[in-house]
């Protein structure tokens, strides 16, 4: 059994949180898909004034669970949430049924990234839509395989890594997202910003990575739209031809108490 899943590569307008639902419904009715995928901070642009758009963000939410309803399809997006601990960088996963929300566990706090001001996440979150589970990251979380050996055992069908990754770090994804996709034996769909934020210029490159490694479809470094069909056999047989999941050691304990 599969689904249709739509890779949404636009640019996000930096504080015009209305522009950006537009794009959303855009997609949602120009394009036949049961899920729509949109990059990491798209609801208000990535480094917006975030604190101001708490109510923007809220009723953008309330419609797009309404579309989702009346459309029978799944949105992921990226957007801040809001707690009385602050602000976090959030993925929004909306289903007719459901509102499910992962929180960015790693943060970047280095070179042209600062992410200071958010507040970390403090679990994984694994989600399921039309008979297919998802497990849920945002941009720098993939350089923690930890994540994504938990969703691997967690039975997941497909990670998604939604991004604000700009030009300086592409060598790295382009090696790592692969990797991940083989070593757990799940497709990895990888949606990332275009355009600028301040310094940062995003690169796009959005793709669908199969269980084995292989890219199954990618875009360029402008706006588009990639839809791609992902099925759960193709998941099984992965499994059944490289056998690494089955073959781990449960009786080493690999996590020491500190780095050398």
Request: with cysteine; glycine share 8%; aromatic share 12%.
């Amino acid at each position: 059994m599969g689904m249709r899943l739509a890779l949404c590569q636009y640019q996000a307008a930096i504080n015009d949180v209305s522009s950006n639902l537009g794009k959303i419904m855009t997609a949602v009715t120009q394009t036949r898909s049961d899920m729509y995928i949109f990059p990491e901070m798209f609801l208000t642009g990535y480094g917006a004034d975030y604190a101001s758009l708490s109510d923007d963000v809220q009723y953008a939410v309330d419609r797009m669970r309404l579309w989702c309803i009346e459309k029978d399809v799944a949105i992921i997006v990226g957007a801040p949430s809001y707690s009385p601990t602050g602000i976090k960088n959030s993925l929004l996963f909306i289903t007719p049924n459901d509102l499910v929300v992962y929180d960015k566990l790693y943060l970047a706090r280095f070179g042209i990234y600062s992410e200071k001001d958010f507040v970390t996440g403090s679990r994984p979150v694994t989600c399921s839509f039309k008979d297919m589970v998802f497990g849920l990251s945002i941009c720098y979380d993939i350089f923690f395989p930890e994540i994504y050996r938990n969703y691997a055992l967690s039975c997941v069908d497909i990670n998604v890594c939604i991004a604000a990754s700009a030009g300086p770090s592409k060598p790295y994804y382009e090696r790592i997202l692969p990797a991940r996709s083989l070593e757990n034996l799940v497709y990895t769909v990888f949606v990332n910003n275009v355009g600028n934020s301040g310094n940062l210029e995003f690169y796009g490159s959005s793709r669908l990575m199969g269980p084995l490694g292989d890219s199954l479809g990618e875009l360029g470094d402008g706006e588009g739209i990639l839809c791609v069909y992902v099925d759960k056999e193709v998941v099984k047989n992965a499994r059944k031809e490289r056998r690494h999941l089955e073959d781990r050691r449960i009786d080493i304990n690999w996590y020491p108490d500190k780095l050398g």
